[in-house]
C-alpha cells in the first residue's frame, strides 16, 4: 500500500525558512517523480515542484523558483522542500504527490494527507 | 504556461441524475507522438487530499465507480457522473500534465439538488 506521510509544517514569520519531508513507502520510490502541491485555505490546487528521473531533474512554479528546493533522499524514501524567504501568500497545506508513471509527465496517482504552513508575524 | 479554465464553477444535480463537468485548456495537451492527452480528473472531498478519477483524459483510476467517465481531446474535456450519488459531493479539478508548470483548473464543486 503506498503512503506519503508530510512533516514538517508549523507557523513561521515572514522572511522565514521550513523544511517539508515526506516518507514515502510502498512503492520504489526512486523509480517515480514526485511533486509537492500546495492549497492555500479554501482556494484551489496549485502545482509547486517536481522532481523527475534518475537524474533527478527538477521544476518549479514561477511564484516559488528561486525560493523554494525540492529535493529527494532515495536511501531514506523521502522526498524534501526546502521553502526560505517565505511571504504571507506562501500559507497553505502542502500536499506531497507520487507520479502515476515513471515519466516526468504524467498525472499523480497518490497524495499525502498535507501539511499546514503558515506564514505570519 | 497553460491556462485551465473549468465550468460551471458549481453545480446541483439530484440524487441518481447527470453530472457534466467541463474543462478547457489553452492550448492542446494531446501529444502527437503517443496520442494522448496529459489531461486528468481529481476528486477532493472537504478536509480530504485530493483523489484521482480519470488520467490520459479517459482512463479511469483502479477503484472508482463505472458512472465516472472522461472524454474529450485537444483543449476541451468532460467529466461525466452517470448517476450521482451522494458520496458523490465534492469539488473536481482537472490538470495538464503535458507542459510544466501542470497546471490545475479552478476547480468545479458538485452538490446535491
Known amino acids: 500500500e503506498v503512503q506519503l506521510l508530510e512533516s514538517g509544517g508549523g507557523l513561521v514569520q515572514p522572511g522565514g525558512s521550513l523544511r517539508l519531508s515526506c516518507a514515502a513507502s510502498g512503492f520504489t520510490f526512486s523509480s517515480y517523480p514526485m511533486s509537492w502541491v500546495r492549497q492555500a485555505p479554501g482556494k484551489g490546487l496549485e502545482w509547486v515542484s517536481v522532481i523527475c528521473g534518475s537524474g533527478g531533474s527538477t521544476y518549479y512554479a514561477d511564484s516559488v523558483k528561486g525560493r523554494f528546493t525540492i529535493s529527494s533522499d532515495n536511501s531514506k524514501n523521502t522526498l524534501y522542500l526546502q521553502m526560505d524567504s517565505l511571504r504571507a501568500e506562501d500559507t497553505a497545506v502542502y500536499y506531497c504527490a507520487k507520479s502515476g508513471g515513471v515519466s516526468c509527465s504524467s498525472h499523480i496517482d497518490y497524495w499525502g494527507q498535507g501539511t499546514l504552513v503558515t506564514v505570519s508575524s | 504556461d497553460i491556462v485551465m479554465t473549468q465550468s460551471p464553477d458549481s453545480l446541483a444535480v439530484s440524487l441518481g441524475e447527470r453530472a457534466t463537468i467541463n474543462c478547457k485548456s489553452s492550448q492542446s495537451v494531446l501529444h502527437s507522438s503517443n496520442n494522448k492527452n496529459y489531461l486528468g480528473w481529481y476528486q477532493q472531498k472537504p478536509g480530504q487530499p485530493p483523489k484521482l478519477v480519470i488520467y490520459?483524459?479517459?482512463a479511469r483510476e483502479s477503484g472508482v465507480p463505472d458512472r465516472f467517465s472522461g472524454s474529450g481531446s485537444g483543449t476541451d474535456f468532460t467529466l461525466t457522473i452517470s448517476s450521482l450519488q451522494a458520496e458523490d459531493v465534492a469539488v473536481y479539478y482537472c490538470q495538464q500534465y503535458y507542459s510544466i508548470p501542470f497546471t490545475f483548473g479552478p476547480g468545479t464543486k458538485v452538490d446535491i439538488k
Open positions: 490520459w483524459a479517459s
